[in-house]
């Protein structure tokens, strides 16, 4: 398939994998332990398990699976918001599909539309403006979520309904921004990581400029990365071969896509309709300063938080998941303590085995389960031992 | 009684209300207009609350009976390449099938929401024997509900079916051996593609049919070149990655398919691609996985692949020992991964 197939090209894999190879003798600190290399956005967790990259690669790359899946750092008491609006008899409410499934702390949004709810899943923030147009008489809530990859569509479907005039219609604004949070990994003690692969679609709208503080500030390489099998793999590459060199900045790889200065008027359609939240909570990470945006006063009659009363609670993620660490590449996904016995896709209790986009998700479906568990079993053996 | 012993009634509404469901005049209206008259055999014609079967008839066929059900909620009713009607045939006369059996007698079941049109109804019972007829099959009995608006969505079908298996054909899903050869009859993920593109939600347009068809023939093909078959599945909801799954599970054996000799058409890999979608996990209604003992695998795709049903047969891949329980997917790419269950619904109501 044109396009597509270029960019999945068995071949250049394997003269990518030579590349990645030949920069072992330069790299000298890999004799002290693995290069851990993060890839922040979900997107290319996936790709990186779909086309099973990691067992293409030597051992001394360890991949570390970041919090980029908006859907996975979801905490349990935005879902249980959701859930309150949803079973509102007033209120359509509308999410993308794969947030019907994460677990509140008593249901989820699947849960609560069996018991009733009138929950639609949507393709678009444009679908339910226009839910809204043919239901003048019911509330329609649109679940905004995503990180600046989804924010501009949302801003421009705001500023629609407020041109209409279309008072039944409102945000539930879950946004969360990518800049804090990389941060908030970076200050973490104790953070390992070499080297980054930034979010490709994040980067296509914010452009290169704000990813500068992880190679200036923090002397980590960083390359925008995109989300073809071929884009991670000479990604990874240009990563180490920066670590080779010596130097620490923000490479582009995704030009095909992604402009310097990034996207101008989705970033108007932003600074015009949402400002920086104090903090934001995080699943798995916990609160996060500056890490969420909500509506700005001006456009109140569409900020669902502001319109209807929510509960508001803080749940406190349970106590034996280690998506924290897992995140930070202290542990892998599998040596968690709940990995793929009371933590798995069906009955998730931490962020990463939420959506497939996850990392723990990831190893599950895409990884040798019994393998995996019986690596764990035998480490736990020998450090009690 | 003969068929022609008693005067048809004849139906004159243009849709459906409860009264046709009442047991009343209206119903027997509906039944001999819309049902008796089309599915006509003598079997069904004398309304009686069973079919009756002469034993030593079907005995000839082979020693075991083999007896099924599906009921179909698609959405929506008419879609590229077939209907709920041909869809509830075809369904079951493939459970059978793959059973090793030959399909001879359907129920069909109707639960149809009051408000129907007539005209709708038609269509899908005329699907219904026409595929009753190339499967050679006959529905022999029946039952029809008429629920309250909003009880039921349009239409919902069920069929049961029996059939019988020919003595010497002993297929099961945990005889899967290492060395063996997995084979599909053609592309994957048509049906699936084709009710996501009819549903129109996304606004993709495309020419992409459901693959719904019978596969008895096909299948009865297969099993005169190797009786000694392991085991054959038609990839329904949940798709090609269920099946292996189901194979490797109940047999202990690792299967490992090649991407790449996997065959999926142009418009559902982009799609595929477009959406998010697998068409490893996309529904199929007339796809069938089989294991063959490895020295007869070119054999029978030698056959299939003269057979219409089995045109674009493929080798896919192979069984081996371990690990024991797995389906491995040698990406096109070069690398491995492993292919587990679906978990939760692709897509809803689906077939």
């Known amino acids: 398939m044109k396009y597509v197939d270029e960019f999945r090209d068995p071949e250049k894999a394997k003269v990518l994998i030579a590349k990645i190879n030949a920069l072992y003798e330069q790299i000298p600190q890999i004799a002290i332990r693995p290069l851990q290399l993060m890839e922040f956005c979900g997107g290319h967790t996936h790709t990186i398990f779909r086309y099973g990259i990691e067992p293409m690669l030597p051992d001394w790359i360890e991949l570390i699976h970041g919090p980029g899946c908006p859907v996975c750092v979801l905490p349990m008491g935005r879902v249980d918001d959701c859930v309150a609006l949803a079973e509102r008899p007033d209120v359509i409410f509308t999410t993308f599909g794969d947030a019907m499934r994460v677990p509140g702390s008593k249901k989820s949004l699947l849960q609560a539309k069996a018991e009733g709810a009138d929950i639609r899943m949507v393709y678009s923030p444009l679908d339910s403006l226009e839910l809204a147009r043919k239901n003048p008489d019911r509330q329609v809530i649109f679940f905004a979520l995503g990180f600046e990859t989804t924010m501009p569509s949302t801003a421009l479907t705001v500023l629609q309904a407020k041109n209409e005039g279309l008072d039944n219609f409102s945000l539930f604004c879950n946004h969360i921004t990518t800049v804090p949070t990389i941060k908030a ?157 009371s933590c798995t896709p069906e009955t998730p209790m931490g962020a990463l085995m939420v959506s497939t986009e996850g990392a723990c998700a990831a190893y599950y479906n895409f990884g040798n389960l019994p393998e995996l568990l019986s690596k764990r079993d035998q480490q736990n053996k020998e450090n009690t031992a | 009684m003969s068929t022609s012993s008693r005067v048809r009634r004849t139906l004159s509404s243009e849709i459906i209300t409860l009264a046709h469901g009442s047991g009343g005049k209206a119903m027997r209206d509906l039944i001999d207009d819309v049902f008796v008259s089309v599915f006509d055999n003598d079997y069904l014609s004398p309304l009686e609350d069973q079919a009756r079967f002469d034993l030593s008839a079907l005995s000839a066929y082979g020693d075991r009976l083999a007896f099924t059900t599906d009921s179909y909620v698609v959405d929506p009713l008419f879609f590229p390449g077939g209907d709920i009607g041909k869809l509830a045939v075809t369904g079951t006369v493939n459970d059978l099938a793959v059973g090793g059996a030959k399909p001879l007698y359907l129920t069909c079941s109707m639960i149809i929401e009051e408000g129907l049109a007539v005209s709708e109804l038609r269509r899908v019972v005329h699907s219904m024997k026409i595929a009753a007829d190339e499967a050679g099959v006959v529905i022999v009995t029946g039952d029809t509900k008429v629920v309250q608006r909003g009880a039921a969505d349009k239409l919902f079908i069920n069929t049961a079916g029996v059939g019988v298996i020919a003595s ?37 347009e495309n020419s992409i049919e459901s693959d719904c068809q019978t596969l008895n023939e096909l299948i009865d093909a297969m099993l005169k070149i190797c009786p000694q078959a392991r085991c054959i599945r038609d990839a329904t909801r949940g798709g090609v990655a269920t099946v292996l799954n189901e194979f490797a599970e109940a047999s202990s054996v690792a299967i490992t398919i090649n991407e790449t000799s996997v065959p999926v058409r142009h418009e559902v890999r982009g799609m595929c691609e477009i959406l998010g979608l697998d068409p490893l996990y996309l529904a199929n209604e007339g796809k069938l996985l089989a294991i063959i003992p490895g020295d007869r695998a070119d054999e029978v795709l030698k056959g299939m692949l003269q057979h219409p049903a089995g045109q674009h047969s493929a080798i896919i891949g192979y069984v081996s020992e371990q690990p024991a329980g797995r389906v491995i997917l040698q990406t096109g790419f070069g690398g491995n991964r492993i292919i587990d269950m679906l978990v939760g619904e692709q897509l809803p109501r689906i077939c």
């Open chain 1, 185 to 341: 990994i970076l200050d973490s003690p104790d953070m390992k990581i070499d080297g980054f692969l930034a979010p490709g679609h994040v980067s296509m709208v914010v452009g290169e400029q704000p990813f500068h503080f992880v190679s200036d500030a923090y002397d980590k390489p960083i390359v925008i990365t995109g989300f073809e099998p071929l884009d991670i793999l000479q990604s990874i590459w240009m990563v180490l071969k920066q670590i080779a060199e010596n130097r620490c900045e923000v490479e582009n790889q995704y030009a095909r896509i992604v402009p310097p200065a990034g996207n101008e008027p989705g970033l108007k359609a932003i600074e015009k309709v949402f400002e920086i939240r104090e903090f934001f909570e995080w699943r798995g990470l916990g609160s996060i300063d500056h890490s969420g945006v909500k509506m700005r006063n001006e456009f109140a009659r569409f900020d669902a938080e502001q319109k209807f009363s929510i509960p508001n609670l803080k749940i406190a993620d349970p106590k034996s998941c280690q998506c924290g660490e897992v995140l930070k590449g202290v542990i892998r996904p599998w040596e968690c303590k709940v990995f793929g016995g």
């Open chain 2, 168 to 204: 010497g054909i002993n297929m099961s899903t945990n005889s899967a051996q290492p060395g063996d050869a997995v084979i599909i009859n053609g592309y994957v993920g048509d049906h699936g593609a084709a009710i996501v593109d009819a549903r129109g939600e996304m606004a993709l």
